[in-house]
């Protein structure tokens, strides 16, 4: 098998592979674009939070350190599971736990001062869902499948580099494609350039 043979079918391949990854980044790019005609589309009536819980809670928040240890006590205190990934946040007398995963998400708020821990429900949205799914990444959490989901985006990342390479060794193997490549790569290389030293 020469390098030529090789570089079609692993160019081939990796677009057959690669396939579910560019649907999901090219649709869920969508909503973040349209946002004002998804925030439209859900403006029903219907309230975008839903009340689980406001209970009365006490609990010592230090002003810096570890958050994300006391965000766990405190989940683990009113029997609210971790099943994707979390964040936290204080901003003065607010203690704020966001969990979510693809499907569902659920905010903790801890009025500080007022010692009343509330947890909300957000409804299913189908554009929040496709913009989770698009920004969803990093090592930041603890569990074994975020992790897993991490590495696999860097893996589809290196894939997406190494597919355009091949498909720019290929074209440069065909010399009567280089006058249509040269417009298609200057085209492209020169309206990113504009928009980036303009918008």
């Known amino acids: 098998m020469t390098f030529n043979h090789f570089n079609r079918r692993l160019h081939l391949y990796l677009a057959i592979g690669l396939l579910p990854w560019f649907l999901m980044y090219g649709i869920s790019a969508i909503p973040f674009t ?20 406001d209970r009365e809670y006490h609990r010592d928040i230090p002003e810096t350190g570890d958050l994300r240890t006391v965000a766990r006590e405190v989940l683990k205190d009113v029997g609210l599971e971790i099943k994707g990934g979390f964040g936290v946040n204080r901003n ?20 500080i001062d007022r010692h009343r821990l509330v947890a909300e429900d957000r409804r299913f949205r189908f554009d929040q869902f496709l913009t989770g799914l698009h920004a969803r990444g990093g090592f930041q959490q ?43 790569l200057g085209s492209g290389v020169l309206s990113f350039i504009l928009f980036l030293v303009f918008l």
């Open 34 to 53: 349209r946002n004002e005609f998804f925030r439209n589309l859900y403006n029903d009536g219907v309230p975008q939070w839903t009340v689980r819980f």
């Open 92 to 111: 003065r007398q607010r203690l704020n736990i966001y969990l979510f995963t693809f499907w569902s998400s659920t905010r903790v708020t801890y009025r």
């Open 142 to 184: 603890d569990a074994f499948l975020n992790d897993a989901w991490a590495v696999l985006v860097d893996l589809v990342c290196i894939g997406f580099l190494v597919w355009i390479a091949s498909g720019i060794y290929m074209w440069w193997q065909l010399p009567q494609t280089r006058r249509w490549g040269f417009l298609a």
